[in-house]
């Protein structure tokens, strides 16, 4: 047992678990943030993916004690109180989501690639081929990606939008 | 997965201390293999110790003619490095094709090199480029150091710490990507030194490994250019054949990625 200390979504926490934990199952069995999901457990899928240090990884290929001293945000973390993440309400509007079961993994990875995308200046413009092959690593057998890809670039411009008002 | 005891070593000598002091030790580095074959149980370490926030192993360099990875750089970090990208541009594009995003994140050069799976990118790039493999111990070439499937080597409790690459005149790399898998069906670096040698490997192709092609090296060697490898046969024989690909169908994908990398190397 060791105890793993981290932040997870702006909170500090201490959690101890047997060293073998993966982080996904430090999140949803130790803090019970169960948006964050299994889905192959292969590393493949991305049903798993959270950010660590701002960085969308998978929380299934990690252990937990790698974690330490990290700060994650999961699905939970992203939308401020009532008001959703333009990812999330970009989602909900475009109907990128059918069953939801890899919707948490595509948004958490879809805001790492807008974020890559948006700091690379004027020129970052997000496109629809760029977007298809940075959401490999997100695997969803409900739709055939096409909302996800809509959603994706809807949201890109409204981080924009949001990014130039801060 | 069984259990296991982790350990975050904060240098490399203290990494190498613990793996002594343990009885069935294996380095985690990004743990984007070691992790999913534990998780299979078809690894039960006792001990993992943590590579990856040694500070003194994560980095990109370049001097001169030399361009340096410390082993537990991550491949994002390698594809997006300006000095990686200016030095080797062919060696940041096989990092920016390696995995999936999250993978890339993660997973770093040691690692991969360290494992040395027969369908993996680095071992082409370095193998092409006559790079060095720097350990705690001792610099191995790449000639050296890749020794068959899964094989490497390294000795028991030996550390890769960086791997150095000589800036070549003109490199390329092209890869058939497994859609799923993302690991090389077949793979070709190229390379052409500042003194004039050609160095062609392959991965993802034969049962060694990553292996070189001398055939396309010397047809290279008279004339660098694409349809130079028209007339190259390469033989099936050796070469892997799964439900993926025949070894007749990689042996063909060995010229036409041949091909493609001399074609992107200019």
Redesign the interface.
């Known amino acids: 047992m060791s105890t793993v200390k981290l932040t997870v979504n702006g909170k500090a926490v201490a959690v101890d678990v047997e060293d073998r934990t993966l982080l996904v199952h430090l999140l949803r069995d130790h803090l019970n943030l169960t948006g964050t999901h299994v889905g192959c457990d292969t590393s493949q899928c991305g049903a798993c993916v959270v950010h660590m240090d701002g960085r969308a990884v998978k929380s299934c290929t990690m252990l937990a004690g790698q974690a330490d001293g990290a700060s994650i945000t999961t699905i939970e973390g992203i939308a401020k109180g009532d008001e959703l993440h333009p990812m999330q309400a970009a989602f909900r509007d475009n109907h990128g989501l059918q069953c939801g079961y890899c919707t948490p993994g595509m948004i958490m990875s879809a805001i790492d690639i807008v974020h890559r995308h948006n700091s690379q200046g004027a020129g970052g413009q997000l496109d629809e081929a760029t977007v298809r092959q940075e959401l490999e690593g997100n695997i969803c057998r409900c739709t055939g990606y096409h909302n996800i890809v809509k959603a994706v670039l809807d949201a890109a411009g409204r981080m924009k939008v949001a990014q130039a008002a801060e | ?6 350990h ?1 070593a904060s240098s490399v000598d203290e990494a190498a201390s613990l793996f002594g002091k343990s009885s069935e030790a294996k380095f ?1 580095a990004g ?2 293999t070691l ?2 074959v ?2 299979q149980r078809l690894a039960s370490p006792s001990d ?1 110790i ?1 590579l ?1 926030k040694i500070k003194d192993m994560i980095g990109v360099e370049a001097s001169g003619d030399t361009l340096t990875i410390k082993a537990a750089t991550p491949h ?1 970090d390698v594809a997006t490095s300006d000095a990686a990208k200016k030095a080797i541009p062919a060696l940041a594009y096989l990092a920016s094709l390696i ?5 890339r ?2 997973g770093t050069i040691g690692g991969s090199i360290a494992n040395n799976d027969p369908a993996a990118d680095y071992p082409a790039g370095l193998l092409a480029l006559g790079a060095t493999v720097k350990t705690n111990k001792r610099s191995i070439t790449a000639d050296d150091f890749f020794k068959g499937l899964f094989t490497t080597a390294l000795e028991d409790g030996e550390i890769i710490t960086a791997v150095s690459f000589p800036v070549p005149a003109k490199a390329g790399y092209a890869k058939m990507r497994h859609p ?1 898998s ?1 690991f090389a069906l077949t793979a070709v670096f190229v390379a052409q030194t500042k003194s004039g040698e050609i160095r062609v490997a392959a991965t993802g192709a034969s049962q060694s490994g990553v292996v070189r092609v001398p055939a396309i090296e010397a047809a290279l060697k008279a004339n660098w250019s694409p349809s130079a490898i028209d007339g190259v046969t390469i033989s099936a024989s050796g070469l892997l054949s799964d439900i993926h690909g025949t070894s007749e169908y990689r042996a063909n994908l060995i010229k036409v990625m041949a091909q493609r990398a001399v074609a992107a190397a200019g």
């Open positions: 997965m069984y259990q296991t005891t982790y975050r985690l743990g984007q992790l999913p534990m998780k993992v943590d990856g994002y995995g999936d995003p999250a993978v994140y993660r799923a993302r």
